[in-house]
């Protein structure tokens, strides 16, 4: 689990995904994923890689823009790319890790036609097992396994052994792609060897590219229109602001080569033009807790169930709860209200408006904050990133503005 090969992104690093002492030259040259995928017909090792990196690295979202680009364009991602034809089987763990902790879990054949696919579409009737065991013995198929860490610890030996069986049997043909954080990866304990890589941290170009088409999206969704050269310029004038704000505090810098963190600070930005962005990483968070929790309501002119204040120390229950729960990584739809009631019932602080229920609070941190998601298959909530869960474990009061 030592063995951290070469890998936009990809590379050697420490085991906490950090890059501490990576030239930006290094950064640069390090190759991408279709670069691995790419050798995988030379480098039988590369059929089995485990990518490692800290919360807000986009593990998840790096799975998703595979399984894209091969569903809808495979033809010229492989032109373009030079990889293999593959077809993915995008898996999330924290979905189907009940199911495969059991001692009778279904083998991989299985999940995948049993399971996964009558969730993509009761449609694919065709798409049997038999056909599952023929695509991974074909070559083509290409497993993406996403989010070991989301594992409970109580289910990684099984899940482990899972994983570890389903590349034994199919191993040598289909090709495994696995994420997780450092931690997560620290309790994996199937035999078969990954080849572990880590994600890089954003370089500044990468970073200034990102934030220019995040702020050319923006514009372009408020005016609804097209690339004008009006929008053009007015994007290009917000993205310059920050990005000069960031090259001149070596702190800001230090949180910018994340993306998740750099989304926030763009986020914040693009919100509140005329403040300063907060230097340290936990004011960052309520800073951004702040716009979601009040900004957001006032702008969208609606009256919410909570004032922000109120709304954290709910948020601060819940996150507490899956925090001493550690096997809890979502909660159904009752749990949720259940835990939301509870709170408001042991609080003198904290009332509802008139009228207002758990159930519209819960609604309104889904649907306006977006604090929430909601998985429809399960009917479950979540944090939208698993760092907000440490964010209000963890943060200050929202009426001690930084």
Same mark, same amino acid.
């Given at each position: 689990?030592?063995?951290?090969?070469?890998?936009?992104?990809?590379?050697?690093?420490?085991?906490?995904?950090?890059?501490?002492?990576?030239?930006?030259?290094?950064?640069?040259?390090?190759?991408?994923?279709?670069?691995?995928?790419?050798?995988?017909?030379?480098?039988?090792?590369?059929?089995?890689?485990?990518?490692?990196?800290?919360?807000?690295?986009?593990?998840?979202?790096?799975?998703?823009?595979?399984?894209?680009?091969?569903?809808?364009?495979?033809?010229?991602?492989?032109?373009?790319?030079?990889?293999?034809?593959?077809?993915?089987?995008?898996?999330?763990?924290?979905?189907?890790?009940?199911?495969?902790?059991?001692?009778?879990?279904?083998?991989?054949?299985?999940?995948?036609?049993?399971?996964?696919?009558?969730?993509?579409?009761?449609?694919?009737?065709?798409?049997?097992?038999?056909?599952?065991?023929?695509?991974?013995?074909?070559?083509?198929?290409?497993?993406?396994? &996403?989010?070991?860490? =989301?594992? @409970? !610890?109580?289910?990684?030996?099984?899940?482990? /052994?899972? %994983?570890?069986?389903?590349?034994?049997?199919?191993?040598?043909?289909?090709?495994?792609?696995?994420?997780?954080?450092?931690?997560?990866?620290?309790?994996?304990?199937?035999?078969?060897?990954?080849?572990?890589?880590?994600?890089?941290?954003?370089?500044?170009?990468?970073?200034?590219?990102?934030?220019?088409?995040?702020?050319?999206?923006?514009?372009?969704?408020?005016?609804?229109?097209?690339?004008? &050269?009006?929008?053009? =310029?007015? @994007? !290009?004038?917000?993205?310059?602001?920050?990005? /000069?704000? %960031?090259?001149?505090?070596?702190?800001?810098?230090?949180?910018?080569?994340?993306?998740?963190?750099?989304?926030?600070?763009?986020?914040?930005?693009?919100?509140?033009?005329?403040?300063?962005?907060?230097?340290?990483?936990?004011?960052?968070?309520?800073?951004?807790?702040?716009?979601?929790?009040?900004?957001?309501?006032?702008?969208?002119?609606?009256?919410?169930?909570?004032?922000?204040?109120?709304?954290?120390?709910?948020?601060?229950?819940? !996150?507490?709860?899956?925090?001493?729960?550690?096997?809890? %990584?979502?909660?159904?739809?009752?749990?949720?209200?259940?835990?939301?009631?509870?709170?408001?019932?042991?609080?003198?602080?904290?009332?509802?408006?008139?009228?207002?229920?758990?159930?519209?609070?819960?609604?309104?941190?889904?649907?306006?904050?977006?604090?929430?998601?909601?998985?429809?298959?399960?009917?479950?909530?979540?944090?939208?990133?698993?760092?907000?869960?440490?964010?209000?474990?963890?943060?200050?009061?929202?009426?001690?503005?930084?």
């Amino acid at each position: 689990m030592d063995d951290w090969g070469g890998a936009e992104g990809f590379g050697r690093g420490r085991v906490d995904g950090s890059d501490a002492g990576t030239s930006e030259s290094e950064k640069k040259d390090a190759p991408d994923i279709w670069h691995l995928l790419g050798q995988v017909k030379q480098r039988p090792d590369y059929r089995k890689i485990a990518i490692i990196a800290r919360g807000g690295f986009g593990k998840t979202t790096l799975l998703r823009h595979i399984t894209y680009r091969y569903s809808h364009e495979a033809h010229r991602v492989c032109r373009d790319k030079g990889v293999p034809k593959l077809i993915p089987v995008l898996l999330y763990l924290r979905d189907c890790r009940n199911l495969i902790a059991k001692p009778d879990a279904p083998d991989l054949p299985t999940l995948i036609a049993e399971h996964h696919v009558k969730r993509l579409s009761n449609r694919l009737t065709e798409l049997d097992v038999d056909w599952a065991k023929k695509l991974l013995n074909s070559g083509r198929a290409l497993v993406l396994l &996403d989010g070991f860490d =989301e594992v @409970a !610890a109580s289910q990684c030996p099984a899940v482990s /052994e899972w %994983i570890d069986q389903a590349m034994r049997d199919y191993g040598s043909t289909a090709t495994f792609l696995l994420t997780t954080r450092p931690a997560g990866y620290e309790r994996y304990s199937g035999q078969q060897p990954f080849t572990a890589v880590a994600i890089k941290e954003f370089n500044s170009a990468q970073r200034d590219r990102f934030l220019h088409k995040w702020y050319l999206c923006q514009v372009k969704a408020d005016h609804l229109a097209d690339d004008t &050269d009006s929008v053009k =310029e007015e @994007a !290009a004038r917000e993205a310059t602001d920050l990005i /000069e704000q %960031i090259q001149a505090r070596d702190e800001l810098q230090k949180l910018a080569d994340n993306p998740l963190l750099l989304c926030m600070m763009a986020s914040y930005h693009r919100v509140n033009p005329a403040r300063s962005l907060p230097i340290a990483r936990p004011r960052l968070y309520q800073r951004f807790c702040q716009m979601l929790l009040e900004d957001r309501p006032v702008s969208k002119k609606m009256t919410v169930a909570l004032p922000a204040e109120q709304s954290q120390q709910v948020l601060q229950g819940v !996150a507490l709860h899956i925090m001493v729960q550690q096997d809890c %990584i979502a909660l159904s739809r009752s749990e949720m209200i259940q835990l939301v009631e509870q709170t408001l019932e042991s609080s003198d602080e904290v009332a509802l408006g008139d009228g207002a229920t758990a159930i519209d609070f819960v609604k309104e941190i889904e649907e306006i904050s977006e604090l929430f998601v909601r998985k429809e298959a399960s009917d479950e909530y979540e944090f939208a990133h698993r760092s907000f869960v440490g964010v209000f474990s963890f943060s200050p009061c929202l009426s001690a503005r930084v």
